[in-house]
């Protein structure tokens, strides 16, 4: 079945420490996307890429870092830099950047930093 | 800027009673408009979306929404809810001429089912 897999599903980490959150998908979708969720706050976009080898930020960016080598792979590397690291993350990809373009999510990674 | 606004935090509905979510946003023209459920510790299903026409859009698991333009709104609804229909509902709008980076999404409302 196609779909997106984020591993692992709960991480805990020291703080200062970096830590990469891992999402794939086997849906040949061209963008992707990360989004932090804290509880009463929705969900806020971190970073996004409509192609491989280009990705932008999105509004709350500080603190995180991606890369897009791969169509099907977009990582997420939470940096020591991030004040309040400790969230639920959710990846998302569509078939493409449009707006009409429904966003299909991952089953998230809870991070816990401590 | 766009917005969007789910006035209800927490709902609760009898197993068999009608559901209503509520979702306002703001923007300035025809916007794109989603809902999506989110059951405990998973990501998010899109229930439907609308984009222009009819303006009564239906979506999976038997739910509906109704855009009116006039009141800015685009609230979810169901006949006759299941226990399995407790989760939380997250309302988005983005704007038509742009990409998904534009997508806002509302802050929840978490429905209870009771038997």
């Known amino acids: 079945d196609g779909g997106i897999t984020q591993s692992p599903k709960y991480l805990f980490r020291k703080e200062g420490q970096n830590v990469t959150l891992s999402c794939e998908q086997n849906l040949n979708h061209d963008a992707m996307y990360w989004y932090r969720q804290d509880p009463g706050q929705g969900l806020r976009l971190i970073y996004y890429?409509?192609?491989?080898?280009?990705?932008q930020k999105g509004d709350i960016a500080e603190g995180y870092s991606v890369s897009r080598e791969k169509k099907e792979s977009f990582p997420l590397t939470v940096t020591s830099a991030q004040k309040n690291p400790t969230a639920f993350y959710l990846c998302?990809?569509?078939?493409?950047?449009?707006?009409?373009?429904?966003?299909?999510f991952g089953n998230g990674t809870r991070l816990t930093v401590t | 800027a766009q917005s969007v606004t789910q006035p209800d935090i927490h709902i609760t509905v009898s197993e068999g009673a009608s559901l209503e979510l509520r979702c306002n946003y703001s923007?300035?023209?025809?916007?794109?408009l989603f809902w999506y459920v989110q059951s405990p510790g998973q990501g998010l299903q899109l229930l439907l979306k609308y984009f222009s026409g009819d303006t009564l859009v239906q979506g999976i698991k038997g739910f509906e929404a109704e855009f009116k333009r006039s009141q800015s709104s685009f609230n979810l609804r169901k006949p006759s809810v299941h226990w399995s229909d407790a989760a939380e509902y997250f309302c988005?709008?983005?704007?038509?001429?742009?990409?998904?980076?534009?997508?806002?999404f509302g802050t929840g409302t978490r429905l209870t089912i009771i038997p």
């Open positions: 890429s409509q192609i491989v080898n280009d990705f």
């Open positions: 998302a990809s569509s078939t493409t950047g449009t707006g009409n373009s429904p966003l299909h």
């Open positions: 923007y300035g023209a025809t916007p794109y």
């Open positions: 988005a709008v983005g704007p038509a001429n742009f990409g998904n980076e534009k997508l806002t």
